[in-house]
């Protein structure tokens, strides 16, 4: 659990970081564009106007990203509230269906009776839509994408409850795909901002950091189970709400919505 904690303190002390160094080098960006585009503008169709072109479309990268940046940094105001996580499985999934692509199959099995967790629904939408974009990005042939949602009791000897998760009632939200895998040096660094095994310019390296903040945010865990070729499962585990966490709620009844 010491570790975990540590952990999630270096992870909020690299986000503010990256969030303060991003605003300043935004702007010393701009500047750079601003110059780039005169210099173009008076050297039109020369040598120095294409050298300047490729100041100014180095400057245009640099700002996108310091974009993807303050979008992970930003202490959006947070509204946690209880949370049906059936409904964002749902939600999510009529959005991604428009956009895996034909060559992935989306299934979506919710648990019904689900209580709820204390969540910012605007936050887990961006859990599992950032869960899915590295699903469709491990899978460029094709595969299927499986998001299930249950209810489990973690108790002492649970594998959560031994890496130090309190016992209790947690919702699991589970995101498995059958990608390319990760191998374990790509598992033990995943969650780390920056950390991209993507090309440049295609990965930022701030999916799963953003995963990790958001979820650790509310009180879960997130776990990575992946076998290189065959496979990963990301396991999220959520805190049932407190006036939800005694009462009886079936465990049967499994709703399956299949995608294309
Ligand atoms: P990015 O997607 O920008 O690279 P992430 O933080 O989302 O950043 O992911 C970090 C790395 O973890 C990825 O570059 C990839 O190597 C690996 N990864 C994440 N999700 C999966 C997945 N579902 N299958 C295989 N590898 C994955």
Redesign the pocket.
């Known amino acids: 659990l010491e570790a975990r904690i540590q952990q999630t303190q270096r992870l909020e002390s690299l986000g503010q970081l990256a969030g303060g160094i991003a605003h300043d080098f935004n702007n010393l960006l701009a500047v750079i564009l601003n110059y780039a585009s005169f210099i173009i503008e008076d050297a039109a169709g020369t040598a120095p106007a294409s050298d300047a072109e490729q100041i100014a479309r180095a400057a245009r990268r640099g700002s996108d990203l310091t974009h993807q940046l303050l979008a992970f940094a930003r202490r959006e105001v947070i509204r946690p509230r209880p949370l049906n996580l059936n409904t964002v499985a749902t939600e999510v999934h009529q959005m991604l269906d428009r956009s895996l692509g034909e060559h992935i199959t989306l299934t979506v099995r919710t648990t019904a009776g689900l209580p709820s967790v204390m969540a910012d629904p605007g936050q887990l939408e961006q859990v599992l839509v ?2 899915a ?3 469709r ?2 899978m460029p042939t094709g595969g299927r994408l499986t998001i299930d949602t249950a209810l489990v009791d973690v108790d002492p000897d649970h594998a959560a409850a031994r890496a130090g998760l309190s016992t209790g009632r947690y919702v699991r939200l589970r995101v498995s ?1 059958t ?4 191998p374990k040096e ?1 598992i033990d660094k ?2 780390e901002p920056f ?4 090309p440049s310019g ?10 990790y903040g958001i979820v650790t945010q509310a009180g879960g865990t997130v776990q990575i189970y ?1 076998e290189p070729g065959i ?2 499962t ?1 396991t999220i585990l959520l805190p049932v709400t407190d006036a939800e966490a005694h009462q009886h709620v079936p465990e049967e009844s499994v709703a399956e919505l299949a995608g294309h």
């Open positions: 950032n869960l974009v590295n699903a990005d491990a795909d990608g390319s895998g990760m790509v995943a969650f950390f991209t095994t993507k295609q990965g930022t390296g701030l999916g799963l950091a953003t995963v992946s496979g990963t990301f």
